[in-house]
């Protein structure tokens, strides 16, 4: 799932506060402008911070609280690159979208 705008590569760290064991901290890697990877753990030489509530975060996935509205709102913490934070922002919207939409069990799109 691409992003809107020019593919782009970024290693992110995600500080998630509040979660049932305190605070995690969690990896993505983009590539070309789609998440490639992610888990727990540190990301080592991160291009962006991002900092969250995991209930938040929560809302995030499941489609109810869109990307740039969470970073408007200072919900979303992003530090880094200003070119990468907008186009994270984006691949986030991306990505929630497709989390929160509703899974097709015949396999056909709609």
């Keep these: ?6 593919p782009f590569d970024a290693r992110v760290r995600v500080d998630v506060a509040g979660g049932p064991a305190g ?3 969690e ?3 983009v590539r ?19 900092a969250i509530d995991a209930a938040d975060l929560s809302l ?3 489609g109810t609280l869109d990307p740039a509205v969470a970073f408007m709102l200072g919900r979303l913490k ?6 990468l934070v907008v186009a994270l922002i984006s691949l986030a919207h991306a990505v929630s979208r ?9 396999g056909q799109a709609g």
């Design 1 to 6: 799932m691409a992003a809107p705008g020019p």
């Design 23 to 25: 605070s995690e901290l």
């Design 27 to 29: 990896h993505w890697a």
């Design 32 to 50: 070309r402008g789609r998440l490639a990877d992610g888990g727990p753990g540190d990301p080592g030489d991160a291009e962006l911070t991002c």
């Design 60 to 62: 995030l996935h499941g």
């Design 78 to 83: 992003v530090a880094g690159h200003p070119g």
């Design 98 to 106: 497709a989390l929160a939409a509703p899974a097709d069990p015949a």
